[in-house]
């Protein structure tokens, strides 16, 4: 009776070993799954922010790019603008040039010019 009842503790300590063993590697499982998981998600999360970074430089790259048209735009009208008062101005003194040329000889010819 004592020898049954020592092998029904050693079985009854087997099976509890073998549940523990069970346990911890149902255990183990559990953990490894959540960090695989956990892994995973970052890993979404720094192709995400990957992604993003390369669209905001892209962007970047865009308006830039935009900006120097602009600023390119903008001197060639400015330019035109200068070029057009430019002839204007050039227009008028010819004409000015012309008119005092005109005027110039007879007031010569008067004894007007000068003093």
């Known amino acids: 009776m004592l020898d049954e009842l020592a092998i029904d503790v050693a079985q009854e300590k087997s099976r509890h070993k073998e549940e523990l063993s069970d346990v911890r590697l149902q255990h183990e499982k559990e953990v490894l799954g959540v960090g695989a998981r956990y892994e995973k998600e970052l890993r979404g999360l720094h192709e995400d ?52 040329q005109e005027i110039t000889p007879g007031k010569m010819r008067q004894g007007q010019l000068g003093s």
């Open 49 to 100: 922010k990957n992604r993003t970074e390369e669209e905001i430089r892209s962007q970047l790259r865009n308006e830039k790019a935009r900006t120097r048209e602009l600023v390119q735009k903008l001197q060639l009208e400015q330019t035109a603008q200068l070029q057009g008062k430019m002839a204007e101005i050039e227009a008028q003194q010819r004409a000015t040039e012309k008119s005092f």
